[in-house]
């Protein structure tokens, strides 16, 4: 059925009259407008004032014939499409042939069949409705690609703002990213630590443009953030980890391998979260495998997620290969996968070391040829050299300038809060600000809590832990803590913190004194461990510090801790 919301309007174009009025006649009978011409030059006249929906166009005319008044229509149509119906007496097959190659969509012999003029024009307009329906959405389509590509460039340069910071002109470090859109869904960010450590991390997310982007950008962000202020990599992991648990759907997460190189030790540290195994291309020419031990970032909730990389020890000239599923995954036209065998098969035949990175991506290349990739390819190398090497051509990344090199804390507790207030969390969060406490809160927590609790329940309560021998003993105990906590008046509990870096770590010193009156601690061997439960707290303290001395008259306490960047 034809849809009548406008009329058909039907250029008619004969210069026989009696032929054209029979047409018109025929046309005007169906409820369709016509727009009349007597020859070829008329015809293409009317055609540019009025735009009809559909042509009967006489083969042979004056001035112009039909064939030439065909091809300038179509011409002038462009794209949208204007059935044009010769009208002509010829029968013979090549002057028929000339009237579809003219630009011709059908003809009519003379005698008309009215009938059948108006089963052309009827089926005709269907296709010239279905023509415009289509370019209008291709047009919508356009402009939705054209707004989507908008809204990716915009997120990429976002992203590259980001990234700028980076180290990603190292000279260990060689990279190639083929993106299958402008944002794609590998990421790949690399900074060197205050200490001079390189961390890389490689991540591939579910999907692809701006759902990739929506967890690269927190990614990116929370890494060079944490990196440039020395934080491990468990901490960074477990950031990230933490934050795209909390934004991403459920089904997009991120797949990820993160290494960190320590030039000086030449080692490094890796973890691999979901993506294809990293290689170790030893100088001896042995290739190791470092298969994925966890789950990819962005699924488990952090008391669950586990940031525990694993530490190698490399020798230089060693290199570290990282890559997407996108490299063992690509196809060639028959639909094979270039699979693991044949980047194990260019290892082998590798004869250069320099060039191997550039021959895995020619074996691939070489293997789609032509073929559309389904997937981003991403390839990372990574070379263990001298830092100065490492580093050339730049400055050695300054260690510990983004970070409070040297500092001293003093905070003093009353009488008054010594029930109901306690300084461990506090003073705490301040010591896991420096990035390299962090791997070592557990250790500080129970130095400072056995020192505080010593201060407080055998310096200033004055309480005997000759009490805590047997059960009953542990209960008096405490309830005379709970008593002299509520009763006391004067007094005080001081804790000191000092705290300086060092070129692979930095040094902790910690000062408790309290008001008391001090105790004989020349009898409290701290290297010897005793069933009894009087000195267990100096004891532990001891053991886990470096050193730990106590004052005369037993009521000032210092320890010293000393911690390292690779602990």
Request: aromatic share 8%; net charge negative.
């Amino acid at each position: 059925m034809i849809n009548n919301d406008r009329e058909i309007t039907v250029l008619v174009a004969d210069d026989t009259d009696t032929d054209r009025l029979i047409l018109e006649t025929i046309v005007k009978k169906e409820g369709h407008r016509v727009i009349s011409a007597r020859d070829g030059v008329e015809a293409v006249e009317q055609f540019e004032n009025s735009r009809p929906d559909i042509v009967l166009l006489d083969a042979l005319m004056p001035n112009m014939d039909g064939f030439e008044a065909a091809r300038r229509i179509k011409s002038l149509a462009g794209e949208e499409l204007i059935p044009i119906i010769f009208l002509t007496s010829l029968t013979d097959t090549p002057s028929l042939v000339k009237c579809l190659e003219a630009g011709g969509d059908d003809f009519l012999s003379k005698p008309y069949n009215r009938v059948i003029l108006q089963a052309k024009i009827k089926a005709f307009y269907r296709m010239r409705t279905m023509n415009r329906t289509m370019l209008n959405q291709r047009d919508q389509i356009v402009k939705h690609n054209e707004h989507f590509l908008q809204e990716q460039t915009v997120a990429k340069q976002v992203f590259d703002n980001i990234t700028s910071g980076g180290d990603l002109n190292t000279s260990s470090l060689r990279y190639f990213l083929s993106p299958l859109a402008v944002f794609n869904g590998d990421v790949m960010v690399a900074s060197s630590t205050p200490a001079g450590n390189f961390m890389v991390l490689l991540g591939d997310f579910t999907g692809h443009g701006l759902p990739a982007a929506i967890g690269a950008m927190p990614l990116a962000t929370t890494f060079y953030g944490m990196v440039s202020k020395g934080f491990s990599m468990a901490d960074i992991l477990a950031e990230i980890n933490g934050k795209l648990k909390s934004i991403l759907p459920v089904g997009l997460f991120c797949c990820a391998t993160m290494v960190e190189v320590n030039f000086r030790k030449s080692s490094i540290r890796i973890w691999n979260g979901g993506l294809p195994p990293a290689y170790i291309y030893r100088n001896s020419g042995t290739v190791e495998a470092m298969k994925s031990t966890h789950l990819p970032l962005g699924v488990l909730n952090n008391r669950d997620f586990k940031a525990d990389p694993a530490l190698l020890q490399l020798e230089y000239g060693d290199r570290l290969y990282l890559w997407s599923d996108g490299i063992h995954e690509s196809r060639n036209a028959d639909g094979d996968m270039f699979g693991e065998e044949r980047l194990m098969a260019t290892f082998a035949s590798n004869t250069v070391r320099d060039q191997l990175f550039d021959d895995l991506l020619a074996q691939v290349k070489a293997f789609t040829g032509d073929v559309e990739k389904s997937d981003d390819l991403s390839l990372v190398e990574l070379l263990m050299a001298p830092i100065d090497v490492a580093y050339k051509d730049r400055f050695e990344p300054a260690k510990a300038q983004s970070q409070l090199a040297e500092w001293s804390l003093s905070f003093e507790v009353k009488p008054s809060s010594f029930a109901i207030f306690d300084p461990l969390p506090l003073l705490l969060s301040v010591l896991l600000e420096v990035p390299g406490l962090r791997n070592h809160s557990g250790t500080l927590y129970t130095v400072i809590s056995e020192l505080y609790t010593n201060a407080l329940e055998h310096g200033v309560l004055g309480l005997d832990s000759g009490l805590k021998n047997d059960p009953e003993g542990f209960d008096q105990y405490y309830q005379l803590r709970k008593e002299r906590t509520k009763e006391i008046t004067q007094g005080f509990i001081r804790i000191s913190l000092t705290h300086k870096t060092s070129s692979d770590g930095g040094v902790l010193s910690v000062i408790v004194e309290d008001s008391g009156l001090g105790f004989d601690f020349n009898a409290l061997e701290l290297d010897r461990p005793k069933v009894e439960y009087s000195g267990r707290g100096l004891r532990l303290v001891s053991s886990l510090c470096d050193t730990l001395k106590i004052e005369p008259p037993g009521n000032l306490v210092k320890a010293t801790y000393r911690w390292h960047s690779d602990d």
